[in-house]
């Protein structure tokens, strides 16, 4: 079960609540949400690697409603009251079967509305970007594709309204037939260290997988690349041997999920994809 937590930012520490699941858009929420304008919430410090990397993304791909960047400061009550408003921002999220202690930051895109707080505000999507307190900027080329999957989600949220599936983003695992005829893309750092060359990998996903650095990457999701897909990881710091892994397959081209799972990291399942992601990705 994931605990939700507004970041603690300098103005916001007397709204800070825990939540187990923001409340589900109704029809009205929907039909109401590309009539919004969407405001980006920064955190208050100058030399935040996420700041730079959602402010860049956002004007980069965000397309569905008109946004604004507001401070911490100024996501007060009368505006996350007013529903003509929609909202990007990043929580602060645990697990309640992680005796590690790690946090996790999501990104959620969350809508305008009178309630009595901040946790009551209907969510339409929310996606781990890394672990908090992370001050290293190696999850941020990563953002734009994340703005890009929020807004896909979303409109799926429009178009189906009564798929509750779409409240988790496992909902997502119904794309794995179809992972066979892209190419994954993925870094040798977020490889199981019993899988780290594709010979190894043959022996449990057959189809195509290509072990690349970053740069790879970040042209794969600058140019849109075809049929491709990217292995986006969340897990706790190097400091910690334990924790909760987030494991998802994102496309370039379409900015759809093609996969969801998370697992415990131990001394037996790494920080990472394992054989048995490959095996299950596979097997089609």
């Known amino acids: 079960m994931r605990k939700i937590t507004l970041i ?12 187990q699941q923001r409340p589900y858009p109704t029809l009205t929420d929907l039909a109401r949400f590309s009539k919004t304008t969407t405001y980006v919430v920064l955190e208050d410090n100058p030399f935040s690697f996420v700041n730079e990397g959602i402010k860049d993304a956002v004007k980069k791909y965000w397309t569905v409603t008109p946004y604004k960047f507001i401070s911490a400061a100024d996501f007060n009550e009368d505006l996350w009251k007013n529903s003509s408003y929609s909202f990007i921002v990043v929580t602060l999220s645990n697990f309640s079967n992680d005796k590690s202690g790690t946090s996790y930051d999501y990104l959620n895109l969350l809508l ?17 970007i890394t672990w908090s307190g992370n001050d290293d900027d190696d999850y941020t080329y990563k953002l734009g594709l994340l703005i890009r999957f929020m807004q896909v989600h979303a ?29 994954i893309l993925i870094r ?14 043959k022996k449990y996903y057959p189809y195509e997988l290509k072990i690349v650095d970053e740069a790879a990457i ?14 986006h990881k969340v897990g706790p710091p190097a400091t910690k041997h334990t924790g909760t892994c987030l494991k998802m397959l994102i496309g370039t081209d379409d900015a759809v999920m093609y996969y969801y799972d998370d697992h415990m990291v131990d001394s037996k399942n790494a920080n990472g994809i394992l054989v048995s992601d490959l095996k299950r990705i596979g097997r089609f």
Do not use: H, W
């Open 8 to 19: 603690a930012f300098a103005l916001l520490l007397s709204l800070m609540s825990v939540a």
């Open 112 to 128: 305008g509305a009178d309630v009595k707080d901040l946790d009551m505000l209907p969510e339409f999507c929310s996606v781990p």
């Open 155 to 183: 409109d799926a949220l429009i178009r189906e309204p009564n798929n509750k599936a779409l409240k988790y983003l496992k909902y997502y695992d119904k794309n794995v037939p179809l992972v066979k005829n892209k190419t």
């Open 188 to 201: 040798r750092e977020d490889l199981d260290p019993a899988i780290t060359d594709e010979q190894a990998i």
């Open 218 to 231: 970040i042209e794969a999701i600058e140019s849109k690349a075809p049929e491709t897909l990217i292995f």
